[in-house]
């Protein structure tokens, strides 16, 4: 029996449940006739935070903290099962544990509605092993920057 192709692979069990995760988090949206409830998109933030194991868990607890202090405006929610913040209706920020695509660290990602325009290149993801004093000055001015 030959090798099965990597490339014609398809999605990864992964990509699948992330998919999966999207699907239900827009059937959720249109099920809501008015406005978004915050504290209902709030717990569900929470309830993921609290299925992370660490040090993913306290990094995500610290950045919703975080973004809460900077702007208790932006609006947590889950995006492909991932905690994200939105500004205006758009996604602006995530974090993807480590665990959700098996990589080596979690990540502070930013779409392209982040104001993080920098010239012709620059970075939109951020690789994030542990919580301290660094890590937190320099997200702070990247989402200060991201929601200005």
Same mark, same amino acid.
């Given at each position: ?10 999605? %990864? ?13 827009? /059937? ?15 717990? =569900?933030?929470?309830?993921? *935070? ?10 995500? %607890? ?6 809460? =202090?900077?702007? /208790? ?20 920020? *995530? *974090? ?6 098996? %990589? ?22 951020? /690789? ?12 702070? =001015?990247?989402? %200060?920057?991201?929601?200005?």
């Amino acid at each position: 029996m030959a090798k099965k192709d990597k490339v014609n692979a398809g999605f %990864t069990d992964e990509e699948k449940l992330a998919m999966a995760e999207r699907a239900k988090e827009l /059937a959720s949206i249109r099920k809501k006739v008015s406005k978004p409830n915050l504290e209902d998109s709030e717990k =569900e933030v929470l309830l993921k *935070f609290s299925e992370m194991g660490e040090p993913d868990r306290t990094i995500a %607890t610290n950045l919703h903290a975080l973004i809460k =202090e900077i702007d /208790a405006r932006l609006t947590p929610r889950t995006w492909y099962g991932m905690p994200a913040y939105e500004k205006n209706g758009s996604v602006l920020l *995530f *974090f993807q544990e480590r665990r959700k695509f098996k %990589t080596r660290y979690a990540t502070v990602g930013f779409s392209g509605k982040a104001n993080l325009d920098n010239g012709t290149i620059w970075p939109n993801a951020f /690789a994030v092993v542990e919580w301290n004093y660094e890590v937190c000055k320099r997200l702070k =001015e990247l989402i %200060t920057i991201a929601i200005s």
